[in-house]
């Protein structure tokens, strides 16, 4: 009998956490999902998730399991845990690699979202081949991993890649992180909703945007889609900031390639084409015409699956 | 007869360029120095230089040729080329390396000065055993080598850590390289100077600074120890544009260490200390108080040419 190599993805969130057995083509031949929530203690929660992979193995004897990829907020490469996780219930710093370990025989790497979403992006997307790339993952807040010279770039610590957190402006927004001015509070989905809160307070003209019913990245990306003033100014300053920010970036590793991911990159050219813009304007010289903006192509569905998978397939090539 | 390895260092500046014979424990055995202008053409110069250097080598049978590193401005590693040196007369594309390799059967690496004094500290001074560290080089303008994963950071072009052109103040300061609010502008040797003139043509009380026949970052310096209240508040303007900026850097690569080399570095605490204070307060909380703030320990005098030495001593490790 032929075995098909897999590997499982987990990726967990705030509010759900899913996985998936994956192929080395990228292909998710079985998935699953769990309020993350429901589980008082990673203990629990690893024991339930073991227990659901064993069976699907169990039911598919010609699948080979070849190792655990974890995608997690605040994951951390090096220790293989989870520390001080602002969205999760489980406190402090959570062993999650060890208790992993302790379930199946086969290596388990962990590492953060937006870490994983890189490779994911470096495996099975369009950073396939390069070797000096970024993503920046746009969601509640903004997130990003560093591919240098083929790796990723951890640090010395394990938390490299925290561009959501580069001052773009000083005494700005406050942030989330407890400081002012982050990136994340103007180019997240959430930052771009203040934008529009602060714009609208004080703009006369008339505009789409005091008739929605929510005031999201989505119904903002509708009124300007609709060719609606206010809306397409809020993506131009929202593009100036992120746009800016990504020329600084380039400055330091000069990547061929930055990959825009998540909730508000889902908005398309009304940010990728300004954001193009104010990078190029703000770049040195040696680098303008270089860097290729591109929004992922990892299945959105699969992506957080595919990532966490990736970080195993990486190590087996 | 034993045998002693031998890496040639040589270090390209606008003004002057110097040699030098190094063994793998960083000692400069013999050393040599030219005019850079005096040589109209790079062929000449590779001529002359490698005659020199021959001549050496005849003259001391027990030494055996390793490898040459070179450093120079706009230096590119991938392509053994210096690309448009706005500070040398040789102009355009100048493929120095293969210029060598035609004198010398040894292989030849070329970088800009920057990184190899990032290899050169990595080997010889104060970052030796650090995976994870970036050397700021605070001299006429100011460079950056990032090491991460112990590699040094080339990007896709070979052209990463361009840390003075980093936009710190947007519509700020004019460039030489044609943009505005760039580092280099503020934290220099020339910076500090710009910064000088501005507090002064404003500036009520007294002032030693009034009184110098020279302005530069050496007076500056002189009277900012000797407690002058506008040179102190100048170190403290710069510290605040520079640090700030690593603090920024620290989130995206999360060196254990950042080392400050150059003339400007040379105003020792008077920089170190306040730069280390703003970098601080300006840290994501996961970074703070895990990054060391250092002063080269490269000896000055040879530190271009153990550098760019080194560069042949890492890949023979």
Known sequence: ??????????????????WGLVNDQGQVLQKGKRRTRTFPTAELFVQETSTIIKDLFAQNPDYELTGIGIGAPNGNFFKGTIEFAPNLSWKGVVPLKALYQQQFEVPVWLTNDANAAAIGEQQFGVAQD?????????????????VVNGELVYGHDGFAGELGHVTVEHGGRMCGCGRKGCLETYASATGIVRTAVE???TYKGDTMLR??????????????EQGDQLALEIFDFTAQKLGRSL?????????????????LAKSG????????RYMEENLLNIFKNKVVLALSTVPENDA?????????WKKHQ
Chains 1, 2 share one sequence.
């Open 1 to 18: 009998m032929s075995t098909t190599k897999i590997a499982v993805g987990i990726d967990i969130g705030g509010t759900n956490t899913v």
């Open 130 to 146: 390069q070797q000096d790339f970024i993503i920046v993952t746009l969601g509640t807040g903004v997130g990003s991993g560093f």
């Open 199 to 201: 714009l609208l307070a």
């Open 211 to 224: 008739i929605q019913e929510t005031l999201s990245a989505q119904t903002i990306a509708y009124c300007a």
């Open 247 to 263: 020329a600084n970036t380039v400055a330091i590793t000069s990547p061929s390639l930055i990959v825009l991911f998540g909730g």
């Open 269 to 276: 050219a009304l940010l990728l084409d300004p954001t193009q």
């Open 304 to 312: 957080a699956i595919l990532g966490a998978a990736a970080l195993v």
